[in-house]
């Protein structure tokens, strides 16, 4: 038999047998029936999309409903909870919520102690951490959450809000503190 011959029968037994499976979505395909048969590998659909806050804050469309992972610096202040990233692009911020999915492991224990620590007034009945200016720890971590978009919040129609599902890679640095004013818990 000569490789021509081989190579058109190839050719031939795959056509046959993508026409004969042409509802499958096989049409058109170059596959012989061997391969034909092979289950496509795809990426779960859960696998979170690798992306930065920079672009969750400029195009919070393209993420809506998606899951999505992403480094973030922790912002918290007294009207607001959000996630920005400093170094790459000041003041673009996004919401944090908590979804109902939250995993609750060491990591995330990590986070939100972390969070609520704050360092204490030396006067007693100081206002000197009235909004939310005494927190003790910067806190970085890789997220993973969904994005809610637009949702509205503080009267912008256009935010966004990252609901916080998993974190990892949490980095604390302690916020520098007058210690005339206060001190570590």
Known sequence: MSSVYKHSMKKTLALAFC????LSGCAHSQ?????????AVNPPASAPIATTVCEL????SMFAGKTVQVPATIIINHIYEGIADP???RGKEVFLGDSDQKLEDAAMKQFDSA???QFVPIKKNSTVCMYGSC??????????????YPISELGSAAAARLEL????????VENTFDPKILRRP
């Open 19 to 22: 026409a004969a499976s042409f």
């Open 31 to 39: 596959l012989t029936p061997v391969e034909a048969q092979q289950p």
């Open 57 to 60: 804050a400029s195009i919070p």
């Open 87 to 89: 170094v790459n692009c």
């Open 115 to 117: 969070l609520q620590a």
């Open 135 to 148: 927190h003790q720890y910067t806190v970085s971590a890789l997220l993973v959450g969904r994005l809610d």
């Open 165 to 172: 599902i998993s974190v990892s890679q949490v980095n604390l």
